[in-house]
């Protein structure tokens, strides 16, 4: 027993003890830029209400709101990822990072419902460059064997950043009301001084570079790329499993919130106690998802969670029982929103270093594209005669069923080594 203990820890020890103070400073930056992208984007989640009554519209309209702010991550997605193939990680993360902090500024100012939504529109862009910048920078940096560990602790930050809003929620809402939260959204931006004075650029896209250079040529633009005969399947297969993973999350996420407000009469101070303690699961699932990838491969880990998170759809969504809600809200985060720690590794593995930038960032944003109806879809249910929670049920289990098969009907993308080459 004594001897096992000891493998054991040395095992441990040898994969830390060969990731560098510039890696650990790259992963944490990244993930850093993703928990605050988390927190600025949630804090809209939490007063969908508040924000319709101030207008006078409706939720429907709201869900129009989060619609809009997913499609035009696509754009970021795209346009950054495609940016950052072409002229490095470092410089596109700082730009998003600086974009979506001041567009949240702005949206606690918006006088009327058109303005806010042309906001926020503006901050979706931000947003989806932020990750298509930072994941490719964290993943190239990180060592090969133990990239699943570092991609549930990269996605790990979303969590991080929806608690972080909940409890300045809890704070700051019921002494400033719902604009203040967009205040103090804006601090992010202190983030881009830590990466340009910490962080390097990625040695894979510098080896890339070098490469070319050598060589007297450049790439294609690498959103062409992944439109060309040897690449287009992977971007439409991890188009469809992204549409699916985000669908499946802005079920829960979307309208959990006003579904505790108004279903459950939950006070601020219980709601607040609901939303971190699922978020708490989440942060557990994802950070077990990615070294559980390492072991069982990222295709077999995406299938087995989504195919657990069914099992736990009434416990949360399906009941007006505090207890269950509370249990089963728990259980889905760990299951069925923690799955997303594979992701980055997952979209990285999935295609070359000359395309990374922009096939990653198509792929999620893409994926958060067709989430984007997630909402919209559940208000309609609502308004036709379901529940808030039998809308939020009956949409989850329909993005997971779809994961599932999707994913399965996938090659396993695990252990591919990442270099110049391509």
Not at 85 to 97: A, E, K, Q, T
Not at 312 to 325: K, R, S
Not at 350 to 355: G, H, K, S, V
Request: glycine letters at 12%; a positive charge.
């Amino acid at each position: 027993m004594d001897l096992t203990m000891a493998m054991g820890t040395r095992a441990q020890a040898s994969w830390w003890a060969e990731v560098t103070p510039e890696q650990r400073r790259t992963l944490l930056a990244a993930w850093a830029g993703w928990v605050l992208d988390a927190f600025d984007f949630t804090i809209l989640l939490l007063v969908l209400g508040n924000i319709a009554g101030t207008f006078g519209v409706s939720l429907v309209a709201m869900g129009a709101v989060i619609t809009g702010t997913l499609f035009c991550r696509l754009i970021g997605g795209v346009l950054v990822g495609t940016w950052a193939d072409r002229v490095g990680r470092r410089l596109p993360l700082m730009v998003s990072i600086i974009a979506f902090s001041f567009f949240e500024l702005l949206s606690g100012f918006a006088p009327n419902y058109s303005t806010f939504l042309i906001l926020r529109l503006l901050f979706g862009v931000g947003m989806g460059g932020e990750w298509a910048a930072g994941t490719p920078l964290a993943m190239e940096s990180w060592p090969q064997r133990s990239r699943g560990i570092a991609s549930g602790f990269l996605q790990g930050g979303w969590p991080v950043g929806y608690l972080l809003a909940t409890i300045v929620y809890f704070v700051v809402f019921p002494m400033w009301g719902w604009r203040a939260l967009f205040w103090v959204g804006a601090l992010p931006a202190l983030l881009v001084l830590y990466i340009r004075r910490r962080v390097p650029e990625s040695p894979v896209w510098l080896a890339r570079r070098e490469k070319l250079r050598r060589e007297g040529r450049s790439d294609q633009v690498s959103l062409l790329r992944l439109f060309r005969p040897d690449l287009i399947g992977t971007t439409l297969h991890a188009f469809l499993v992204m549409g699916a993973m985000m669908f499946s999350y802005y079920a829960i996420a979307s309208f959990w919130p006003t579904f505790l407000s108004t279903e459950l009469h939950l006070t601020v101070g219980q709601k607040t106690l609901f939303l971190v303690l699922l978020n708490l699961g989440s942060l557990a699932g994802y950070w077990t998802a990615g070294p559980i990838s390492e072991r069982l491969g990222r295709r077999t880990t995406l299938v087995l969670f989504a195919i657990v998170g069914l099992a736990f759809i009434p416990w949360y969504a399906l009941t007006l029982n505090h207890t269950q809600v509370l249990i089963g809200g728990i259980l889905e985060g760990a299951i069925g929103v923690g799955l997303w720690g594979v992701a980055p590794a997952y979209l990285a593995e999935r295609f070359p270093t000359a395309a990374r930038g922009a096939g990653p960032g198509a792929a999620y944003h893409v994926g958060a594209a067709i989430g984007s109806f997630t909402p919209t879809l559940q208000a309609l249910f609502h308004r036709g005669g379901m529940s808030l929670g039998q809308s939020i049920g009956i949409t989850i289990a329909m993005a997971l069923v779809a994961l599932a098969i999707v994913v399965a009907a996938g090659p396993e993308p695990r252990g591919r080594v990442f270099s110049a080459e391509a």
